[in-house]
């Protein structure tokens, strides 16, 4: 029973730290989004935004890939270490 | 029906040391191994002027590493050895994690591989920035703007190391945990479509997984190829970046 618990509670957890996924999904997106503007008004500087955006978007997507670490600890790491602290 | 999402294996300890051998270790250093291969096998026999194919590559690879840093990190560190360090660590990075090309585990799906990396880089970063500002501007440098602020700061520090190897690691680890559970879903695809079939046919068709093909190749265009060109690039602009920063005197 206790053993069931925690693993509905670590699944939840997981699911829950994963909306952090939403914040850099529109980050990026509005990154994107203005960097294709700057290559419509001026084609000739392509390359330096393209390096410049894709080094922001990688920035911007540190926030998102902390929460896929705390999912993939609940879901794999988590459990096993409670349920040993069970007795 | 069974998903197996594992770390990487261990094949052996080392007895009395206790250091287990695993597979990150092993595909690291064939990785290392090739690479070394590939450097030998190119510098061999070289001319002054290029006249074999392999000499031409080995050319353009170093000048293009070399223009690389001299764009972002400026004259002085393009002269010295650092374009060497940038090309290794791009290569190093980006051949382990096209390993998930062949099915063998990249080892940049391990976090003990990106976390030594960046570890790596932040000893430099911060060598840098006491060599040019010295200890004292270092210092003074964290409790900057107000002395309230010094705790941030030093979080921030800390947090440069972890950022750097979370972000590769992430990337790689995420395409690994999707393609397990792409191939498992597929699997199950396969059983409910082919599964009601009578006799000798259902079962043939059950054991060959025909809805596995093609279909995770179009995931792994993305996650194995692109992902992991795009981290070792990310991984490399954003060393030069943090180096090139410290190396700024204000």
């Known amino acids: 029973m206790e053993q069931a618990i925690i693993y509905a509670?670590?699944?939840?957890?997981?699911?829950?730290?994963?909306?952090?996924g939403v914040g850099p999904g529109i980050g990026?997106?509005?990154?994107?989004?203005?960097?294709?503007?700057?290559?419509?008004?001026?084609?000739?500087?392509?390359?330096?935004?393209?390096?410049?955006?894709?080094?922001?978007?990688?920035?911007?997507?540190?926030?998102?890939?902390?929460?896929?670490?705390?999912?993939?600890?609940?879901?794999?790491?988590?459990?096993?270490?409670?349920?040993?602290?069970?007795? | 029906m069974k998903v197996e999402i594992t770390g990487a294996k261990i094949f052996?300890?080392?007895?009395?040391?206790?250091?287990?051998i695993t597979e990150t270790l092993v595909n690291a250093w064939i990785v290392m191994a090739l690479l070394v291969a590939?450097?030998?096998?190119?510098?061999?026999?070289?001319?002054?002027?290029?006249?074999?194919?392999?000499?031409?590559?080995?050319?353009?690879?170093?000048?293009?590493?070399?223009?690389?840093?001299?764009?972002?990190?400026g004259e002085r560190y393009a002269k010295s050895s650092f374009p060497p360090f940038i090309a290794a660590l791009f290569a190093f990075s980006a051949c382990s994690s096209l390993l998930g090309l062949f099915g063998l585990y990249p080892p940049t799906a391990a976090l003990s591989t990106t976390l030594g990396w960046s570890i790596m880089v932040y000893v430099m970063i911060t060598y840098t920035n006491i060599r040019t500002n010295k200890l004292s501007g270092y210092l003074k440098g964290l409790t900057e703007p107000v002395a309230l602020l010094t705790p941030l700061n030093i979080i921030s520090e800390v947090s440069t190391p972890v950022s750097m190897a979370f972000r590769h690691f992430g990337n790689i680890a995420s395409g690994q945990v999707v393609s397990a559970l792409l191939y498992g879903a597929l699997l199950m695809l396969n059983n409910a479509l082919f599964?009601?079939?009578?006799?000798?046919?259902?079962?043939?068709?059950?054991t060959i997984p025909i809805a596995q093909i093609g279909i995770p190749a179009i995931l792994s265009i993305y996650f194995d190829l692109f992902s992991s060109i795009m981290q070792a690039f990310i991984f490399c602009m954003l060393t030069m970046n943090y180096i090139s920063a410290a190396g700024q005197t204000d």
């Open chain 2, 38 to 73: 590939a450097c030998i096998w190119m510098t061999k026999g070289m001319k002054v002027r290029a006249n074999t194919k392999k000499q031409h590559l080995a050319e353009f690879l170093v000048n293009t590493v070399n223009k690389w840093v001299l764009d972002n990190m």
């Open chain 2, 195 to 206: 599964g009601w079939l009578p006799g000798a046919l259902g079962q043939i068709l059950t």
């Open chain 2, 12 to 20: 052996f300890t080392i007895p009395y040391l206790n250091i287990p």
């Open chain 1, 28 to 87: 990026e997106g509005y990154a994107v989004g203005k960097a294709c503007e700057a290559i419509g008004r001026q084609p000739e500087a392509k390359k330096d935004v393209t390096s410049t955006m894709l080094l922001g978007c990688a920035i911007a997507e540190s926030t998102g890939i902390y929460g896929l670490v705390i999912a993939l600890l609940l879901i794999f790491v988590a459990p096993g270490m409670f349920i040993g602290n069970l007795g």
């Open chain 1, 9 to 20: 509670a670590c699944a939840i957890g997981a699911g829950i730290s994963m909306i952090a």
